[in-house]
């Protein structure tokens, strides 16, 4: 947080540590080295902390500073008048900036601008409106409810001329202010269509004191040195926050990205110069007459300078869907850079189609306008669909089929188009929970996702939102009813299992009838697994007798809760902030326990696993789009549902239990008949197919990868490596887009276009033996002295190895007893 001492001033006059230094280094990201003398100005200078962090990383590298600044508030100008006293040549003085300029005579090089957001100006239009009469506010007057662009058209107006060296204006901007239409958004075409526009980044939540408002660094200049001919640098640095003590700031190697991009237009991991025609959003009004005849319309926007027209009709509803332009679309300079950095529709649609099906939207499928019920309420069961308004409970086709005890939604589908059986049963994937996410978060307002908005306006937003699959009816009805079937299987195992316990004595011929079903689903989920996990199960697959089998399943899951765990654990630490104190917690656990990093036993990567994934499901649960999108970040750009299943309560609960048998197990020390073996992998077998049911298919969308050679591209960087998939060695290689470069020969969690490959601590290791290219995989056991000791789960291999203690002391990090 800022400096300010909050019994001085309110702190609506105070500006944060992270959001003074977004600003500074907006404005001398580019700035001529040689330049010995520089004049800023504030128009909106609050406790000046903004403002004195600039002048003085000026001053501090030998540059003569002329500093003057404005302030409607006589306590903000009076405090900020004290933090400039050391400074020569520095005024500040009390005045609304939009009605006078009390420094009229001045010319800046720079200008930082942190105006209030979304003030209303209305009360002072008449003296604004002389203004621009009198040869102000050249770009136009932007509607009254927002004053961001009368602040920032004064600033540019404020420049030194290009003739005599231009300027630069760094701003913080709310995104109203950036998508607003009507008059503010003819300012900002104005400004744009100048070629003023430099940059636009979207900086995380909360940086600003008292509120959680997401705001952007705008920077704009009128050098025709610094602005590039139609483009403009967009930035992304929504997940570069750390959270100590609960107040967010930002790294100083998000300074340093941030300034790297700006100062040399090159692209970079969560940066890229565009076209400012990108900026362009158009919005429509379309509507379409359903089977019963029912007109339903909808406002659509598009984004990335898509036109509206029947091509796009045709790629987003389907040919013949009847959907219509009803207006001509509106065409708006939206600064918003979200939508130009990312689109989960994109992974759905590649998803669908993938399978040979049309991805549609679920407006142009629906008979008439969606009906928001109680759970409880009656309803209509033939050619209808339920979805809950939040991801709880279940899509069904009947009402009692959604498990809900809150709202939802009552949907009639077009019964020709799609089956409600088919449907509801794809939203329950995980793909269609996705897809379900999607849409409640496309068509909800503000930083908090929620459950839908219950006006018509929005549900029928949501509908247009909701992405769904239409294969051809033969294929949706066999899919329905496969659905079916395996639910009713469910519900004839459940009921098999009552009747053991019924009748006991039949418990083997029960078991002995159903066991066929599942015998090859254990080896075929080892082709998808990583490899440290898979090699070490294949181990246990092939063992010759049952001791042995029992052995390898119990080394198995110690390799399955140690690579789980060093997975969780390297996720947690790309934040920085909340590190120490997950740590702490983590160590003061294991010791009141008796346990620790030093010596890792099962125990010790079970505590590891229950805390951090306590705090990423709080994390989660909390509903921050920052949050959700760092978490994401973390794990390399894995779904939010698969987070959810490597974080969720069932998996912490499983590895206790098998914790639980393994120390049963191991502790007992008398005879142990084969018939016991046998029992005992049973149970551990069993253990892995509900392990399996709780991962769902996180191993097959992040992979484990050993890291090669890159290269950068026009359209980004491109590496190649080795998929650790599976339990064969050497390794097929393939080649990943990337934002951050991989290292060279280090582990990582990788998806195709992740912007941050999760690298793996070294608690896990693949070690390659020269003569074959195979890999064994080292999991990590326990300290000795001055070295570590690495244990091996793989069947003839050395099953340990010496390692240097030294380079573990990065992994032992916060856990260590010290």
């Known amino acids: 947080m800022s400096d300010v001492d909050p019994d001085l001033i309110g702190s609506e006059h105070t500006t944060s540590l992270t959001l003074a230094r977004a600003l500074a280094v907006g404005c001398l990201s580019r700035l001529d080295p040689s330049l010995v003398s520089l004049d800023v100005w504030d128009p909106t200078a609050g406790s000046g902390f903004a403002g004195f962090l600039l002048t003085d990383a000026l001053r501090s590298n030998g540059v003569h500073v002329r500093y003057r600044g404005q302030d409607i508030s006589d306590q903000a100008v009076s405090l900020s008048g004290r933090r400039f006293e050391a400074v020569p040549d520095a005024a500040i003085a009390v005045g609304n900036t939009l009605v006078h300029d009390e420094f009229e005579d001045f010319q800046a090089d720079l200008v930082i601008v942190d105006a209030p957001w979304g003030l209303a100006w209305g009360d002072v239009y008449s003296q604004v409106d002389a203004r621009r009469e009198s040869g102000s506010f050249g770009y136009g007057l932007p509607q009254r409810s927002d004053s961001t662009w009368l602040f920032i058209s004064l600033a540019l107006e404020k420049l030194r001329p290009v003739a005599d060296g231009g300027g630069r204006v760094a701003a913080l901007v709310a995104p109203g202010a950036l998508s607003a239409g009507g008059d503010s958004a003819s300012v900002r075409q104005k400004i744009v269509e100048a070629g003023m526009l430099e940059s636009v980044t ?90 019963e005849s029912k007109r339903l319309s909808w406002r659509l926007s598009t984004y990335c300078d898509t036109p509206i027209d029947v091509r796009f009709l045709e790629s987003r509803y389907g040919p013949a869907s009847g959907v219509s332009i009803i207006d001509d679309p509106q065409e708006t300079v939206d600064l918003d850079p979200s939508r130009i950095f990312g689109d989960e529709s994109r992974e759905l649609l590649r998803d669908i189609e993938s399978k040979g099906w049309p991805g549609r939207r679920l407006s142009s499928l629906i008979a008439r306008e969606p009906e928001l019920l109680k759970a409880s309420a009656e309803a209509e069961s033939v050619g209808h669909l339920y979805v809950p308004t939040t991801l709880g409970g279940k899509a069904a086709a009947e009402m009692a089929g959604t498990r809900s005890d809150g709202r939802v939604l009552s949907l009639s589908l077009d019964g020709e188009i799609v089956d409600p059986g088919f449907l509801a049963a794809w939203l329950n994937t995980e793909q269609g929970t996705a897809s379900r996410r999607r849409a409640i978060r496309a068509s909800s307002r503000g930083t908090f996702i929620n459950a839908l908005r219950s006006d018509a306006s929005s549900l029928m937003r949501w509908a247009d939102e909701l992405i769904v699959p239409v294969p051809d009816h033969g294929t949706q009805l066999a899919l329905s009813s496969a659905d079916v079937r395996l639910l009713s299987f469910e519900a004839a195992l459940s009921a098999q299992r009552e009747s053991v316990w019924a009748s006991p004595e039949g418990a083997e011929d029960v078991v002995n009838r159903i066991a066929g079903a599942f015998d090859d689903s254990l080896s075929s989920w080892l082709d998808h697994l990583p ?201 097929k290689i393939k080649e990943f887009s990337v934002g951050e470069e991989m290292v060279d020969g280090e582990l990582y969690l990788v998806r195709d276009e992740s912007e941050s490959p999760l690298r793996l601590g070294q608690f896990v290791q693949l070690r390659a033996a020269p003569r074959d290219a195979q890999y064994t995989t080292y999991f990590y056991n326990r300290t000795e002295g001055a070295s570590v000791r690495m244990v091996s789960y793989q069947q003839g291999f050395d099953s340990e190895i010496q390692d240097d203690v030294e380079g573990f002391r990065s992994d032992f990090g916060g856990l260590a007893l010290g």
């Open 202 to 291: 979207r900086l995380p939540d909360g940086l600003a004191p008292n509120t959680s408002i997401p705001l952007y660094l705008v920077t704009f200049t009128n050098r025709a040195t610094d602005a590039r001919r139609g483009k403009a640098m967009i930035a992304d640095l929504q997940t570069e926050f750390t959270t100590e003590h609960r107040y967010r700031s930002m790294p100083i190697s998000a300074f340093q990205e941030l300034e790297a991009g700006l100062r040399t237009g090159k692209s970079g991991p969560r940066n890229r110069s565009i076209s400012v025609r990108q900026f362009t959003r158009r919005d429509a009004r379309l509507e379409r007459v359903s089977a």
């Open 531 to 731: 490899y440290p996990v898979a090699s070490a199960l294949w181990t246990a697959e092939t063992a010759s007798t049952a001791g042995e089998q029992q052995r390898a399943y119990i080394h198995a899951w110690e390799a399955i809760v140690t690579f789980h765990a060093t997975v969780l654990l390297s996720a947690s630490r790309t934040d920085p902030g909340s590190r120490s104190g997950v740590e702490a917690g983590i160590r003061q656990t294991l010791n009141e326990k008796h346990l620790s990093i030093e010596r890792a036993s099962f125990g010790t990567w079970v505590v590891i696993i229950e805390r951090v994934t306590k705090e990423l499901r709080s994390a989660l649960e909390a509903g921050s789009a920052d949050e959700v999108a760092r978490i994401r970040r973390a794990f390399g750009g894995l779904t939010q549902t698969g987070i959810e299943r490597l974080t969720s309560k069932e998996f912490v609960k499983k590895i206790n239990e098998v914790n639980t048998k393994r120390n049963r197990w191991l502790g007992h020390t008398g005879y142990t008949s084969e018939e016991e073996w046998r029992r005992q992998v049973l149970s551990l077998q069993g253990d892995l197919s509900e392990l399996r049911q709780i991962l769902g298919t996180v191993w097959t969308q992040l992979l484990l990868v050993r890291a090669g050679g890159s290269k950068l591209r026009r359209d980004g960087r491109v590496q190649a490596a080795e998929v650790a998939v599976g339990t064969r060695s050497p390794f």
